[in-house]
């Protein structure tokens, strides 16, 4: 068995040897014939190269952890366009290389649902990247040639989906504003980016100071873009407010 375990590893299987002895087994017991025997071996072969896959594009991604979106109250917001977001979760958007924005204040769950877009992508084989703009900008600029910085700038256009949370809320400069425009117009009609903020397209001039392109950058990202807009008080304002109600109520007497 030990040396049918390391034949398969040096061909290459990812089987484990505990998943091996117990294909066997159950092959003996129920008098498998060799076929059912390979068959069962390529689709436990097959499971663990997916699971694999997914950690290697999870780690990648950096989603980070988020709100379960069975868990989102869809009855707290003031306004939310529930069937765009279910429409949303099929991916067909990213097949057409099309853009997501989520506009509304801070608080409203716009990252949770961006991030769950992007687990649900993740699932269905897609690649994908996860950052707030002000790091993103941050991590291309911290590159000290015009090389390394091409080389980085693969990281946010390569993905399937790119989600670029907080947009709205460090203001750039014309430098950072360049890079950003570079990273939408060499992804425009060929693959989707999610953008989450706090402001309208009018008002990003107040945070892309001075830059020559924000035209052609809200032009381009905007040309293919389904935006819903979440319409809502803070969650956190509220939990904060549910907290600070329990704690004045007096402790009920026994």
Known sequence: MSELFETLRRLGLRLTREALDALLTHAQKNRLSPAQILEQVCAIEQRERDARNLARREKAATVGAC????????????????????????????????????RGQAGVGKTSLAQNLGLRALERGHTVRFSTVHQALADLLRQESLPATERRLRRYTAPDLLILDELG??????????????????????????????????????????????????????????TLDVDADSWRNKEAQLRASAKKKPPKET
């Open 67 to 102: 709100m379960p979106l069975d868990k989102f109250d869809w009855n707290h917001p003031r306004s939310i366009d529930r069937h765009l977001y279910e429409s949303l979760a099929t991916l067909e958007f990213i097949k057409r290389g099309e853009n997501v924005l989520f």
């Open 169 to 226: 809320y460090v203001p750039c400069d014309s430098r950072a504003s360049d890079l950003l425009f570079n990273i939408v117009s060499r992804r425009h009609e060929k693959r989707s980016i999610v953008i989450t903020t706090n402001l309208a397209y009018k008002l990003w001039g107040g945070v892309f100071h001075e830059a020559s392109c924000l035209g052609a950058l809200v032009d381009r990202f905007a040309q293919h873009c389904h």
